[in-house]
Nanobody, 123 residues
Framework: QVQLVESGGGLVQAGGSLRLSCAASGRTSSSYVMGWFRQAPGKEREFVAA????????SYADSVKGRFTISRDNAMNTGALQMNSLKPEDTAVYYC????????????????WGQGTQVTVSS
């Protein structure tokens, strides 16, 4: 099993940047897809980005393309989501997730989830 802990959330002004981190522990010797999701109050959880084990394949939601960058460091058992040019509509709780069933972009299935970290973008 894989345990995930997000960090790096906070309050930032529109146009600013924030970097979220995801620390993994447990059975990290097994390959897994890492993904990021977000959920705003009153809305359903939505896909943000995903990255394959090797890091050679990535996928982004249309709403964040060109602004967000997903990465991972398997030697350190960490992942990250760099968020630039933030907008108020990016405000949400962001979740890190791990999937054991292969890379499939936004259609991928995820098995483990972090506790979430709050990102608030002020206007």
């Amino acid at each position: 099993q894989v345990q995930l802990v997000e960090s790096g959330g906070g309050l930032v002004q529109a146009g600013g940047s924030l970097r979220l981190s995801c620390a993994a522990s447990g059975r990290t010797s097994s390959s897994y897809v890492m993904g990021w999701f977000r959920q705003a109050p009153g809305k359903e959880r939505e896909f943000v980005a995903a990255i394959s084990w090797s890091g050679r394949s990535t996928s982004y939601a249309d709403s964040v393309k060109g602004r967000f960058t997903i990465s991972r460091d398997n030697a350190m058992n960490t992942g990250a989501l760099q968020m630039n040019s933030l907008k108020p509509e990016d405000t949400a709780v962001y979740y890190c997730a791990a999937g054991l069933r292969g890379f499939a972009g936004p259609l991928g299935k995820f098995d483990y989830w972090g506790q979430g970290t709050q990102v608030t973008v002020s206007s």
